[in-house]
């Protein structure tokens, strides 16, 4: 006999949620009873994929830079305001941009680009969703770092990498601090997932992401709806004694010295 949907009655906002690990987890989110507000800058898709979910009735799309307060602020008000609370924040949305290389070779600009994207957006999706899961006594934050944040690239970006250990130390005191009122946070750390940037790097230096595969015991890169799987772990009740963690899925990356070929 099927279960009670883990997710049911919760309200969910997804930064970057119309494709990769965002899309895989609002799909998951639904299936599990969440109503969902879809965060991202792609309207076609994300409107194409509120239909696809069955309407407004199970979700929403906001059009919303990560980087702007104002936008962001208004991204987790129309989930108070459409579905009533707001319960599960996953703070997904980042970039990988092929600038970002080598701290020889990457210049300021694309440095505070993807610490923006990355970092900032993090904090200021945080401070948006604190204030109601507070006043609830109850919520789940979920913020993407990586495996990055524990140990040093095969393959050198240095602003994420610097980015993701920021998501990682930010996901610790805020667990910390917020733990006695109700509010989890941890942060979500994959491996190389199948997602449309790794399929870019792969178009555009595919000796850079042969060099990761390599180092992944399993043998093959993550798929989407495996960290879907884990972010719905860290949203709903079965991990209610979990905070401040570092989730890592990761193909057994993090814990190999020399992978056999």
Known sequence: MAGRPRLEGKVAVVTGGCSGIGLATVQRFVEEGAKVVVGDIDDESGHAL?????????????????????????????????????????NNAGISPPEDDSILDTDLEAWRRVQEVNLTSVYLCCKAALPYM??????SIINTASFVAVMGAATSQISYSASKGGVLSMTRELGVQFARQGVRVNALCPGPVNTPLLRELFASDP?????????????????????????????????SFMTASTFLVDGGISGAYVTPL
Not at 212 to 239: I, K, Q, T, W, Y
């Open 207 to 239: 000796e850079r992401a042969a060099r990761r595969l390599v180092h992944v015991p399993m043998g093959r890169f993550g798929e989407p709806e495996e960290m879907a799987n884990a972010v719905l772990f860290l949203a709903s009740d079965e991990s």
């Open 50 to 90: 509120v239909g696809q979910l069955g309407g407004g009735d199970f979700a929403t799309y906001v059009r919303v830079d990560v980087t702007d307060k104002e936008q962001v602020d208004a991204l987790f008000a129309t989930a108070k305001e459409t579905y009533g609370s707001v319960d599960v924040a996953f």
């Open 134 to 139: 507070i006043e609830q006594q109850r919520g």
